[in-house]
């Protein structure tokens, strides 16, 4: 299961730990057991997930010689802060694209973070998301007019090149598992997590099955999303091609997209008081609020893919 990527640049600890949470799946009224997955840490500038997808996505920036990466989000976007520390590691300048208005760096402590390791910000002045996807061709051959070499980067990191470093984590997590078969849950915003998750899951022979909790786009959207990166990604490590069948989505939005729902804080609440974990209000909360539905009984496995300084700006909302 040799896997064909470029050279891989260093920023996750790994492995993560996987730790057992009876105290958390009693307090869910689960049937069987539940682990978790801590890719929360990963080691790197409070980066979660996005650092595994990120060591990928920057190697092959520096093998094609770019000197600026370019990529966005909307302001509370995870990836986009990682993505700024990650290019600050690496010597490489950051330009981010943000959906919506020029806003303060201190509305939301990603923005802060992602200034504060030295990207230049861009605004597409209309808050739609999809804003963002159609700006960063256009900011890329704008730097690219004045010298630079510029590598753009989808939001979320969600490419095939991103994707393998989720390929990657389950041989991680098969090594740790030593036989077990937990359902895995997992939130799913751009759907590049998954999609990795799902490559390597048939690359070993389908020994466990994943539940993307979708937090960010209809299940039928995310659905030929994830199949088309799973498929990319095992073609280029030369796996077998995951099948429609292999993809499995609940709807976890609730009221919206970037928008904390009750069961989401509920859950949330449960897991620190139970567990410990720090869960971030619109993805880990909401992944974890649909756990016992999407896991009835049985052993479960929750992925818990980071979102502290999300947390953090959850924690001083007004109540």
């Not at 963002?132 to 753009?152: H, N």
């Not at 009835?296 to 999300?310: E, K, N, Q, R, S």
Request: charge should be neutral; aromatic fraction near 4%.
């Amino acid at each position: 299961m040799a896997v064909t990527a470029p050279a891989r640049t260093s920023l996750a600890v790994l492995p993560t730990p996987l730790v057992p949470a009876p105290r958390l799946a009693d307090a869910l009224g689960l049937g069987g057991s539940l682990l978790v997955k801590r890719d929360d840490l990963t080691g790197f500038a409070v980066a979660g997930n996005k650092a595994r997808q990120l060591e990928f996505l920057i190697a092959e920036a520096i093998d094609q010689e770019a000197d600026v990466l370019v990529t966005g989000g909307t302001v509370g976007s995870n990836f986009v802060s990682a993505a700024a520390a990650a290019a600050a590691f690496a010597g490489l300048g950051c330009a981010l694209v943000l959906a919506g208005e020029a806003v303060d760096r201190s509305t939301h402590p990603n923005l802060a973070a992602a200034t504060a390791w030295g990207a230049r910000l861009r605004w597409t002045g209309d808050a739609d998301r999809s804003s963002v996807d159609d700006m960063l061709p256009k900011v890329a051959a704008l730097l690219a007019s004045e010298g630079a070499r510029p590598y753009v980067v989808p939001r979320g990191g969600a490419n095939a090149t991103g994707a393998l470093g989720y390929r990657l984590a389950v041989d991680e997590v098969v090594r740790q598992l030593a036989g077990r078969n937990p359902t895995v849950v997992i939130a799913v915003g751009a759907g590049g997590t998954l999609a990795g998750l799902v490559a390597g899951v048939v690359a070993h022979g389908r020994p466990f099955r994943v539940v993307g909790a979708s937090v960010s786009r209809s299940v039928g959207e995310v659905e030929v999303r994830v199949l088309d990166l799973a498929r990319q990604v095992a073609r280029r490590c030369g796996d077998e091609p995951p099948q429609t069948r292999d993809v499995h989505l609940v709807d976890a939005r609730g009221p919206g997209h970037g928008v904390q729902s009750a069961a989401g804080d509920a859950a949330a609440a449960l897991a620190l008081r139970c567990a410990g974990l720090v869960l971030d209000p619109v993805y880990t909360a909401k992944a974890l609020a649909v756990l016992p539905s999407a896991v009835p009984d049985g052993p479960a496995l929750f992925w818990h893919t980071g979102g502290l300084l999300d947390a953090v700006a959850g924690f001083l909302r007004p109540q």
